[in-house]
Structure formats: structure tokens, C-alpha cells
DNA sequence: ATAGGGTTAG
């Protein structure tokens, strides 16, 4: 079934009216959440509700094909923090109100559309339910507006638009806690979120929402990272100790501890450079019947690393392969980096070749590394040659490249 | 078939 022909020249400048749009209350409120939803009915279909499809209006337009234009791709970075995620979303949207179309090109009629910079705005019959409102969070803590996107939670829970569920919950608090992990600059910010993150945890429990394995081990991981931002004083392991109260916790009430609940708490551990204990849970982990995977092995690396024992990183880097798995590319990323701040360029050497010739591919991360390390062997030998000669190029175009990706996404 | 958890640099 082709587009109706209005609806093929329809552009920006003609397209269909609103069904209903809902102003937003003061235009220059200060309040830093406010959207606008506003809602399209398509003219060609006028027995249709009203459906959603999240757009930036000014921008959306088809081709002569049905296609949305490139501008509409926009939107979907702008939401999610895949492109997938919104594009899944409208998806389902459109399908739940528009059966009677074609599957594919339900997905090109925009009947909704959303900007920033205006109140939110819900009515009765917009189908915005608690995985679309999920998955727009999640955007925002994606998008690193954490203000945002815990308003629009608040806002939710304040208005009864929606009934958070453990889901909405774990992505919240993940998203507090998570943040901050490279940020340090903002510290202070970031411990009224952990705060934030704590009283979420508390209204779950009024609210008899149970957590559930994944809620958890959010609630750990945030745990174990929050004293970073901690003075180093007596309070040092304090969060962990909280972590471990919590996986307590979680075993009474019946949700085991997974590897990933595990992983969480290595990391704690070895972010506060206890990398002993963290080795210690890694092998209790044999005992417990729980498989160890590339994740475990890499906080642990990166755990050595940090304090410099890289003969012990090295160590757990050859045991991946004798398991008969392959390192990834976080695995030789994390030991170059290490080899590289140790001085042993040779080995890094050696560990990039056969990185290579195992078919694993460099990203930004490994080309950072061995730039850095082509840099220091060549204060040591006074040159660069062969091998690194080449690399070196290699590296530097992938990263001016990826530089110039970055900066073209940053004007979007 | 919808949404959520752990690892790498600066």
C-alpha cells in the first residue's frame, strides 16, 4: 500500500494538522523538564486515535518514497541512546494503533510529536505507557540530562501519569548512580543524586515493588562506585560494606547473586584499589558454581593494573585463552594500557601484534594506547620504525576520523 | 518482540 498522494507532498511546511495540541503552560517557565506532545491525526485516516511517533517537528519530512528524510534520524539520537531504542519504541506504538496498516509504513505516519521546552502534556488516549516513558528516560540519562530525566520521573509519579515499575525504577537508578564515573569534576552534584538514588530505593519499598535481580545489582554497582567521590578518610570502603549489606539482603529475600552482582562488587573493590579482595571473590566464584566470564576477568585486569602488578594482570589476561575463550578488545585495551604505564613497551608491542593477528579490531581506546606507546619506545630508541611506523598512521587516521564523527554528532 | 544490571581512555 503506496502513501496517499497529499501525504507524499506533504513537507514540512504542509503537514498535517494536529488532531489536538496541547499548549504548554508558561513558555518561559524556568523549570528545566518541560515537553511538549502534541498529537497529529492523520487526514487521510480521520477514524484513527491519534497515534505517536516521536519527532522534532520542524524537521520531519518524507521523501517520494515514504522515507523519512536523514533529519528525522536525528530524533531518534536525540531520545535514545541507540537509535534503536526510539525507533523500537515508535514501533510498537504505531502498531498498537494502527492495525488495520501496513507494519512498515504505519511507522512513517507521524501522528505525535514531541519537543523539548514545553510542558509535558498527556491526555487520556496517547498511548504512552510505561515502556515508552521507560525508554525515554533512559534517553535522557543517555543524553547526560540527568536533571531532565529525573523530573520527568518525578513528574510521573507526582501526576499519576504512570505507575513506575521496577524497570523504570533499576533504569533511574542506574542512571544516578552510573553518572560520575569519568566525571569527577562534578562530585558534589553527583552525591545529591546518590541521595536521590537512596530515596528511590525507599519509596520502592513503600510502594511493595520488589526488586528483582536486575534492580540489585543496579543498587550494588551504584553503591560500589559512590565512594569514589568519597575524601579518603575512614569512610573509604563504607559503600561497599553497604553493597555487600545489600547482596546480604537480596539472598534472604530468595534473588541469588549473579556474576554480574559479583562483577559490580569486584569493581567496588578494586576502584578503592583492594584488588585482594576482589580476587578473592573472583575465586570464590569456582566454589559457588559460577561461571566467570570476559567481564570479571577484565575488572580484574584493570584491578592488577592499577597497582601496578602486571605480571598478575598478565597472568589472568593468558588464562582467557587457555579457557579457550578469546580476550575482547576491552581485555587488550585494558593490559596495553597497563604495560603501557609500567614502561614495558616491548611487551605492549608484542600484545598489539597479536591482537591484531587474532582478528581482533582496534578501536579509539586501543589507538589512544598505542600512540602513547610508540611514543615513549620512541624516547627510548629515538626512532619509529617498521611495525610502528605503519601503526602509527593507522592510528592516527582512526582517530582523526573519529574526531570529526564526533564533532559532526555534536552539531546534530 | 516491547523497557532495566557488570569491563577499556581523557
Known amino acids: ?16 494538522s494536529p488532531a489536538f495540541s496541547v499548549s504548554a503552560g508558561e513558555e518561559d517557565s524556568k523549570m528545566s523538564w518541560k515537553w511538549r506532545f502534541e498529537a497529529l491525526r492523520p487526514p487521510w485516516a480521520p477514524q484513527l486515535k491519534p497515534f505517536a511517533l516521536i519527532s522534532k517537528t520542524e524537521e520531519m519530512y518524507w521523501d517520494r518514497n515514504g522515507k523519512p528524510k536523514k533529519s528525522t534520524k536525528k530524533l531518534y539520537a536525540k531520545l535514545g541512546h541507540t537509535e534503536i531504542q526510539p525507533l523500537k519504541m515508535m514501533r510498537r506504538i504505531s502498531l498498537r494503533n494502527c492495525n488495520d496498516y501496513d507494519k512498515d509504513e504505519t511507522l512513517l505516519w507521524c501522528p505525535f510529536s514531541f519537543s523539548t521546552n514545553a510542558e509535558i502534556y498527556l491526555k487520556n488516549g496517547i498511548p504512552f505507557d510505561v515502556v515508552a516513558f521507560n525508554t525515554l528516560i533512559k534517553g535522557l540519562f543517555a543524553e547526560n540530562k540527568v536533571e531532565d530525566a529525573v523530573e520527568l520521573f518525578k513528574k510521573l509519579v507526582r501526576d499519576k501519569i504512570c505507575e513506575p515499575n521496577e524497570v523504570m525504577y533499576a533504569i533511574v537508578m542506574n542512571g544516578l548512580c552510573k553518572r560520575g564515573h569519568t566525571q569527577k569534576t562534578l562530585s558534589l552534584l553527583r552525591l545529591m543524586e546518590q541521595d536521590a538514588a537512596i530515596n528511590i530505593l525507599n519509596e520502592m519499598k513503600q510502594k511493595d515493588v520488589l526488586p528483582n535481580i536486575v534492580t540489585y545489582n543496579s543498587i550494588i554497582d551504584g553503591l560500589c562506585k559512590l ?34 552482582t559479583y562483577s559490580a562488587l569486584m569493581d567496588g573493590y578494586c576502584l578503592r584499589g583492594q584488588v585482594n579482595r576482589a580476587r578473592r571473590i573472583f575465586d570464590s566464584l569456582r566454589e559457588k558454581g559460577i561461571e566467570t566470564d570476559i567481564f570479571s576477568y577484565n575488572i580484574l585486569i584493570k584491578g592488577y593494573c592499577k597497582k601496578k602488578k602486571v605480571d598478575d594482570a598478565m597472568q589472568l589476561f593468558c588464562e582467557i585463552s587457555q579457557k579457550g575463550s578469546k580476550p575482547d578488545i576491552v581485555a587488550y585495551n585494558t593490559i596495553l594500557q597497563g604495560l603501557f604505564e609500567v614502561g614495558r613497551t616491548g611487551d605492549a608491542k608484542q600484545i598489539y601484534a597479536e591482537m591484531l593477528s587474532a582478528g581482533t579490531k582496534p578501536n579509539i581506546y586501543s589507538h589512544v594506547t598505542l600512540l602513547n606507546i610508540i611514543m615513549l619506545s620512541q624516547k627510548e630508541d629515538g626512532c619509529v620504525a617498521g611495525f610502528l611506523e605503519e601503526r602509527l598512521n593507522v592510528g592516527l587516521n582512526f582517530i582523526l576520523s573519529a574526531k570529526v564523527d564526533q564533532k559532526r554528532r555534536l552539531q546534530v
Not at 9 to 16: H, Q
Not at 244 to 255: A, Q, R, S, Y
Open 1 to 16: 500500500m503506496g502513501l496517499p498522494s497529499f501525504f507524499i507532498n506533504t513537507t514540512l511546511k504542509g503537514r498535517p
Open 227 to 260: 565512594g569514589q567521590w568519597e575524601k579518603m578518610d575512614y569512610a573509604k570502603e563504607g559503600k561497599v560494606k553497604d553493597a555487600e549489606e545489600v547482596m546480604k539482603h537480596m539472598v534472604e529475600k530468595g534473588v541469588e547473586p549473579n556474576i554480574i
